[in-house]
């Protein structure tokens, strides 16, 4: 079982930048795949970033491409997600999700409870 609680949403102005954190419990966490989702508005949850187990591969989805990064430090059992040049169409709730393989798909086993980001125009 891994629980995760993600930090560090808020409201930001476009163009501007964030750090969002996911801190996962228990002695495993390098045995899981970390992915990054988000449910903006009206919207359905897509993907953003994925890292894999060591966080040699990373995977991105062509909206932040660019903008994003994805992290994470085994030893905090802490993955992250930085945004910049922050758009509007980034508002979402933000979701970390553990995984034992990693996937640009939602087919994680764990999740945490989100983050919500807004973006200002």
């Known amino acids: 079982q891994v629980q995760l609680v993600e930090s560090g949403g808020g409201l930001v102005q476009a163009g501007g930048s964030l750090r969002l954190s996911c801190a996962a419990s228990g002695r495993t966490f390098s045995m899981y795949a970390m992915g990054w989702f988000r449910q903006g508005p009206g919207k359905e949850r897509e993907f953003v970033a994925a890292?894999?187990?060591?966080?040699?591969?990373?995977y991105y989805a062509d909206s932040v491409k660019g903008r994003g990064t994805i992290s994470r430090d085994n030893d905090k059992n802490t993955v992250y997600l930085q945004m910049n040049s922050l758009k509007p169409e980034d508002t979402a709730v933000y979701y970390c999700a553990a995984s034992r393989f990693v996937a640009t798909t939602d087919s994680y086993d764990y999740w945490g409870q989100g983050t919500q980001v807004t973006v200002s125009s």
């Open positions: 890292i894999s187990r060591s966080g040699t591969n990373t």
